[in-house]
């Protein structure tokens, strides 16, 4: 039954209310409670810093294929993710899409950016991350050295992985490129069940990773399981039988 104008507007308003309301407060309990926070910014931090930290935090949550950054907006908040995995890219202008990394439970992301943010990033599964206010966060480091220095730490590392990011494009084959990028999401990735190595991301994801064809991501996927480097266990599931020998594809020495 269709509803009457009123019932509409009835309906609106609840949902324009519901929209409007503040998130509920995070609690310093909650924080320490967060199975995130051993690998997280804040774990360097306790008692009243940490009860500090939680006043300016807002949890928000988002769904697999919903995007929480957009390249070229007001650079207005830091993200701490708390469960979950995303892709950060970059639309080329013919449209094309490099994918410059993928983050995961403890990342930090906006540490790069200026006053808009320089990449757009998708959650891969549903997500939850803390959201800090760049002006909040900014007055909070001010009285805050650990946080400061952990911070300063994380952004030594992205540069890191930039320098890394620069020799595979530019210098590796595809068989060195992908083994490369197995062995990385290993070391950084919690061990699943029987040692189980889980892929978010799809294939496609991997090949604009890796400035690969997808085509070439399946044939050499299927040549690492030929020769028993890998067993795939499901479409976004893998064990990696012989690291050793992945370890010496990556470095060039196969």
């Not at 907006?73 to 410059?100: M, S």
Request: charged content about 25%; proline content about 5%; aromatic content about 6%.
């Amino acid at each position: 039954m269709a509803l009457s104008i009123a019932a509409r507007s009835a309906v609106a308003g609840q949902m324009r209310a519901s929209e409007a309301a503040p998130p509920p407060p995070v609690t310093p309990e909650a924080c320490a409670r967060c199975e995130a926070r051993e690998v997280s910014v804040c774990s360097v931090l306790s008692g009243d810093d940490l009860a500090r930290l939680s006043h300016i935090s807002v949890v928000s949550t988002v769904g697999e294929g919903e995007t929480f950054i957009t390249e070229g907006d007001p650079a207005d908040h830091f993200f701490n993710i708390t469960a979950g995995t995303a892709k950060l890219y970059k639309l080329l202008p013919d449209g094309r899409c490099q994918v410059t990394g993928f983050a995961r439970t403890g990342d930090f992301l906006g540490l790069a950016a200026g006053a808009v943010y320089v990449f757009s990033a998708e959650a891969l599964e549903p997500m939850r991350f803390c959201r800090f206010a760049r002006s909040k966060l900014r007055g909070f480091l001010r009285d805050c050295p650990e946080m400061e220095r952990r911070l300063l730490d994380l952004a030594r590392n992205e540069l890191v992985l930039a320098q890394e990011q620069m020799l595979l494009l530019g210098r590796k084959r595809a068989r060195e490129r992908l083994a490369s990028f197995l062995l990385s999401w290993q070391q950084r990735a919690a061990p699943g069940p029987g040692n189980r190595l889980m892929l978010p991301m799809t294939r496609t994801d991997i090949a604009d990773y890796l400035g690969l064809t997808i085509e070439t991501i399946s044939r050499t996927l299927s040549a690492f399981k030929k020769t028993r480097l890998i067993a795939q266990t499901a479409l976004s599931e893998l064990i990696i039988l012989n690291g050793t020998e992945l370890a010496a594809i990556a470095a060039g020495d196969r």
